[in-house]
């Protein structure tokens, strides 16, 4: 068992550290902070830069300490927040990736939560501390991860609420 979750922790840690390399240096065809940071405002994160380098650190951070087994559920946390946020930004592109939906955002969410709940296993910096979760730091690791998610969502609907009202205003002036 803890060889499977040894895979599943490096597969889904190293692929979101990757994704947060993306944003954060533009590595592997991202658009670095800039450029990930201009789209983040434009769907109302603001401001948009900050919320690059916020996400592309909890993809990086998140990812690595799942990949090590360190501190699981908080790296479990980190992880199901940034997916969560991540799943609401592609809600209308659908399910599907291939789409440009949510179905990446989903698997990797739902990694974490496994993962808080089983553990790293014993191939881990967690086991090799001496550090073990119960299901209260599951359940708490999925409750943080969610309520952290719903901040930045609420900001970006506001934004968004906010640039219609200034745009139907500017368009009632002329």
Request: aromatic share 8%.
């Amino acid at each position: 068992m803890s060889t499977g979750l040894l895979v599943l922790r490096l597969v889904i840690g190293l692929v979101l550290a990757a994704h947060g390399a993306q944003k954060l240096f533009g590595w592997w065809g991202g658009y670095g902070i800039a450029g990930t940071g201009g789209w983040l405002h434009s769907i109302g994160f603001r401001p948009g830069k900050t919320m690059a380098i916020v996400t592309g650190l909890a993809e990086v951070g998140g990812g690595l300490a799942l990949a090590v087994g360190l501190l699981t559920p908080l790296a479990a946390a980190v992880v199901i927040g940034t997916m969560a946020v991540a799943a609401w930004t592609h809600l209308s592109s659908g399910f599907w990736a291939a789409s440009g939906g949510y179905e990446a955002a989903f698997i990797n969410a739902g990694a974490a939560v496994a993962l808080a709940f089983t553990g790293a296993g014993t191939y881990s910096l967690d086991n090799a501390l001496g550090l073990t979760w119960g299901t209260g730091y599951a359940v708490g690791a999925v409750v943080l991860g969610l309520v952290a998610a719903v901040v930045p969502i609420l900001g970006a609907k506001a934004a968004l609420r906010s640039d219609a009202t200034v745009a139907d205003t500017a368009a009632a002036a002329v």
